[in-house]
């Protein structure tokens, strides 16, 4: 017993010793910093890793900066919207309560701000980078409660068994399906809508960006809230889209995934094209006895 | 009755003959014709001729493509299952598994996942179905653009028209087979057209589907329509086409040695036999290589049909893609009486405007030997250009056929090309009426242009490129005559008349004007002949070709006495060149009767 005591009280003493050092405190302190550091950039959501060197009232300020010079005028200078002389016409429409997401959606996708007014605003390449986009997301959102950016984690199958992701592809098919391919086709190819106004092909589009636009409904398409499709459902149709990109083309070229319209010009431009081709070609080659030209 | 061959001497020598060797395939046929009486029959038929020219395969391509749709189609009703009831899908296609669908997508899913070499084999009865239309009418086209429906040919011009009409049909029923999204869109679409004819409409919707759409029997009884009753009408009606054009014998272009009694050009055996049977397995290799390389309704992902869901995209294959164009522009016009609504918006584009057309289409021939009063026979082919008004009335056929197609396609245009949808309706509505009618006026002076370019050679000769300078200092180019045989060909066709109302004769000359209805109808039929024919251009007479020739001839001998004749053929291979001849269209018209080619008289 004394044997130990004395092993004890040596080891307690060793400790003692270091943690007597004078630099031992600050130490502890900055790795304690760096590890919380660490742990908050690897889970907290990407617009707040692009931040992460400034507080949120600094993004805050930043992004409002930005959306003073680059859409205020069509949004007003504090998000109100914009209203035209005329009745009903609206140039930039308010943007209180439309959340992160819908930001992020606009403006990564390069459709804010838009190059021109016009039955519909295309995509194209974003204005602004990363961090912009994450401040202007973070000022909106200031304005009033919406739609947050949603985690990579909301629209991954990273975490279910094999069995439950072919069942979440499976009912993800079903839901797009019933809900989204009257505007965007059976394989995302898109279509069109009134007035010029086109559903977009949604084949090859970040899942971050549908799943934020099943959130916000930009432009002609219809909010779908957590309420009408759960998150659940929402990543399922996200899966759906991914699974039909990730298959091999079972049937050989997909012809632009448009229907019938593309089969029937394949079949007269190439089938109809080739035959006649060759009907000229067996026609032109008459039959002969000697290798002199024969003709009938 | 057959002689043995084998047995007769092959020589006149001083020395007996030898009978050579058995030949086992002689043999063979020497079974089989004392039997069958082949040879007799046979005799005659191997000899056929047919003329060589491109534009005479069109129609095999509509009878090849239709060989492989009957061998890929046999193939495919051995795994289809038609039927409406429910089942749960298990097979290999994840993204559908354990999905509630009928019997009828399931077992499609599985000719193209489970079945070994289904799925190429559903895309080229598909790609086959696509091309024997379309064949088709090509062929209707080159056989309108070139008078082969006149005298006596009227009636396989009708049967072609039915072959065209079942085919349509033939690939509707098919496209409604495998019950996914897009098919089903077309059933619907079918049951809303039914239910739009007044009165009738939906008794006929309830009949068709056994009750209220979908209902369960739509499937089986389109199956049955699919796999039997078309295929047989459709293979009856190819039979009697074919049997007709052996009676008839083949058209063929006008040409030196060429004349409404004969048929100039090769025998069916072996030559054609070799021709037509390479063919077959060009269009067989055409037909694989799309169903091997592109995709063609891609099933699984249509997912199976449900009446609460629709695609983007949602078409008819491309046959029906034109009525389904008229659908879309038309203005939603309806008319409510006593209760009853008639939808007009649905029957004029849909039940009324394709079965006028058709009726059109098939009673062209009568409609043109009524105005032209031609009874005679016609075995030589003209030249689209030689029949400006009907060649322009087909033109204009096609713009507006063409027209209401891309109406179909309205919606695809608008994404693709960036237009709005709304804009393409409005301007198809106008351009279906206005569209025909440029594309006729066009149409019509270009041929009647190009009669009159074709007057320019034969009286002055085609233009040689040469500049002449003459003593005053005026330039003209020199004209050279063109051959014998292409002055044939060129006025090897009739003198259109404009007939007269009026000057009917009976049978024994006397004038005998007609009274009432027929007066009036003899009106309107010499205006139409007036509309058909007044503005067209006329072959030189022989006169004017005599004249024309000896204008030539007096020319020449005033150069004769010149320094430096200029015969025009100091700068081309007019030395080189052999027969002289420059022939109209390829080696086709060439005047050469010699080694290979027959003569085949008509039997009159």
Redesign the interface.
């Known amino acids: 017993m004394r044997l130990l005591n004395r092993q004890l009280n040596g080891l307690a003493g060793r400790v003692s010793r270091h943690r007597r050092r004078p630099l031992a405190g600050l130490l502890v302190l900055l790795l304690g910093l760096l590890l919380t550091g660490t742990v908050y950039a690897a889970f907290s959501p990407s617009s707040a890793t692009a931040g992460a060197a400034e507080s949120d009232t600094e993004q805050i300020a930043k992004g409002r900066q930005l959306f003073l010079v680059g859409c205020a005028f069509c949004h007003g200078q504090n998000g109100e919207g914009v209203r035209a002389q005329r009745d009903g016409n609206i140039i930039g429409p308010p943007l209180v309560g439309v959340g992160a997401a819908a930001v992020d959606f606009q403006v990564g996708t390069g459709r804010m701000p838009m190059a021109q007014p016009g039955a519909q605003v295309k995509a194209k390449a974003p204005v602004y980078n990363a961090d912009e986009i994450a401040a202007l997301a973070a000022y909106v959102a200031s304005l009033g409660p919406g739609p947050a950016i949603p985690d990579a984690g909301d629209y991954s199958l990273e975490g279910l068994s094999d069995q439950e992701r072919e069942e979440a592809i499976v009912r993800g098919g079903q839901i797009f399906l019933t809900n989204c391919t009257a505007c965007h086709n059976f394989e995302g190819s898109g279509g069109a809508m009134p007035r010029g106004g086109y559903a977009p092909k949604i084949r090859g589009v970040e899942p971050r960006y549908i799943y934020e636009a099943m959130l916000t409904g930009p432009q002609s398409m219809d909010v779908f809230s957590n309420g009408n499709l759960s998150p659940d459902e929402k990543r399922d149709v996200i899966a759906y889209l991914q699974s039909l990109e990730n298959q091999p083309n079972y049937g050989g070229f997909g012809l632009g995934g448009l229907g019938p319209v593309s089969e029937g010009l394949a079949a007269w431009l190439l089938g109809i094209g080739a035959c006649v081709g060759f009907a000229v070609w067996i026609a032109a080659h008459t039959t002969r006895t000697s290798k002199g030209n024969v003709s009938a | 009755m057959s002689i043995d061959t084998s047995k007769v001497a092959d020589t006149n020598a001083t020395t007996p003959a030898k009978a050579s060797k058995p030949n086992p395939i002689g043999a063979a046929a020497g079974w089989a014709d004392d039997r069958l009486g082949l040879a007799t029959a046979m005799k005659k038929q191997i000899r056929k001729v047919f003329p060589?020219?491109?534009?005479?395969?069109?129609g095999?391509?509509a009878l090849w493509s239709f060989i492989v749709l009957l061998l890929t189609g046999v193939f495919l009703t051995l795994w289809f299952v038609p039927s409406m009831g429910e089942t749960t899908y298990q097979g290999s296609y994840?993204?559908?598994?354990?999905?509630e669908m009928s019997e009828a997508y399931a077992s499609s899913l599985n000719i193209?996942?489970d079945v070994r070499g289904g799925?190429l084999m559903r895309?080229m009865h598909h790609?086959a179905a696509?091309?024997f239309v379309?064949?088709m009418m090509?062929h209707l086209l080159r056989v309108f653009f070139t008078g082969a429906h006149r005298k006596p040919r009227e009636l396989n011009w009708v049967i072609g028209c039915l072959l065209l009409i079942l085919g349509t049909l033939e690939g509707f029923t098919g496209y409604s087979l495998p019950d996914d999204?897009?098919s089903g869109t077309g059933i619907r679409a079918a049951d809303g057209f039914m239910k739009a004819s007044p009165v009738i409409g939906t008794y006929m919707s309830f009949f068709v589907f056994g009750g209220e759409f979908p209902g369960e029997t739509i499937i089986p009884r389109l199956f049955t329509v699919h796999v039997l009753l078309i295929p047989g009408l459709l293979l009856a009606l190819v039979g009697a086409h074919m049997l007709l054009l052996v009676y008839h014998k083949h058209t063929q272009w006008p040409g030196p040695g060429r004349t409404e009694q004969n048929v100039?050009?090769?025998p069916l055996l072996p030559?054609y036999a070799a021709?037509a049977g390479?063919?077959f397995f060009?269009?067989f290799g055409?037909?694989a290589l799309?169903g091997?390389?592109?995709?063609?309704?891609?099933v699984?992902?249509?997912?199976p049909y449900?009446p609460?869901?629709?695609?983007?995209?949602?078409?008819?294959?491309?046959y029906m893609?034109w009525p389904d164009g008229a659908l879309r522009i038309m203005p939603g016009w309806e008319t409510h009486v006593f209760g009853v609504t008639i939808s007009w918006n649905v029957m004029l584009p849909i039940l009324i405007l394709p079965v006028v057309m058709f009726l059109l289409l098939t009673i062209l021939p009568f409609i043109e030997a009524w105005i032209t009063g031609d009874k005679r026979d016609h075995h030589i082919l003209q030249r689209p250009r030689n029949a400006p008004t009907r060649t322009a009335f087909m033109v204009s056929l096609m713009t507006m056929y063409g027209l209401f197609w891309a109406a179909?396609?309205?919606?695809?245009i608008?994404?693709k090309l960036?237009?709005?949808?709304?804009?393409i309706t409005y301007f198809m509505r106008a351009a279906v009426f206005i569209g025909p009618a440029i594309a006729f006026w066009v149409t019509r002076r270009w041929c009647i242009s190009l009669q009159r370019h074709d007057n320019d050679l034969l009286l002055h000769g085609y233009e040689s490129g040469i500049i002449m300078r003459s003593a005053e200092g005026g330039y003209s180019e020199r004209h050279l005559p063109i051959s014998e045989a292409r002055s044939y060909t060129l006025t090897a066709r009739g003198r259109d008349e404009v007939y007269v109302p009026g000057s009917g004769v009976d049978a024994n000359g006397v004038a005998s004007p007609k009274r009432g209805v027929l007066a009036v109808l003899d009106k309107v039929r010499g205006r139409l002949s007036k509309v058909m024919y007044a503005d067209n251009v006329q072959k030189p007479t022989r006169e004017e070709l005599e004249e024309a020739r000896h204008h030539a001839e007096h020319e020449h001998t005033l150069q004769a006495g010149l320094d430096h004749p200029a015969p025009g053929h100091e700068f081309d291979d007019h030395a080189l060149r052999t027969a002289g001849d420059v022939?109209l269209r390829?080696?086709?018209s060439?005047p050469?009767?010699?080694?290979?080619?027959?003569t085949d008289d008509t039997d009159q």
Do not use: C
Not at chain 2, 300 to 303: L, Q
């Open positions: 060589d020219h491109w534009s005479f395969m069109l095999e391509i994840n993204q559908l598994r354990g999905i193209s996942f799925l895309q790609w696509m091309l379309a064949a090509v999204l897009l100039v050009g090769y030559i021709k390479g063919f060009v269009i055409v037909i799309m091997a390389l592109l995709t063609i309704n891609p699984w992902k249509y997912g449900d609460s869901k629709v695609t983007a995209g949602s078409q008819p294959d491309w893609g179909g396609g309205n919606d695809i608008a994404i960036g237009l709005s949808i709304n804009q022939p390829g080696t086709a060439s050469s009767a010699g080694s290979g080619a027959h």
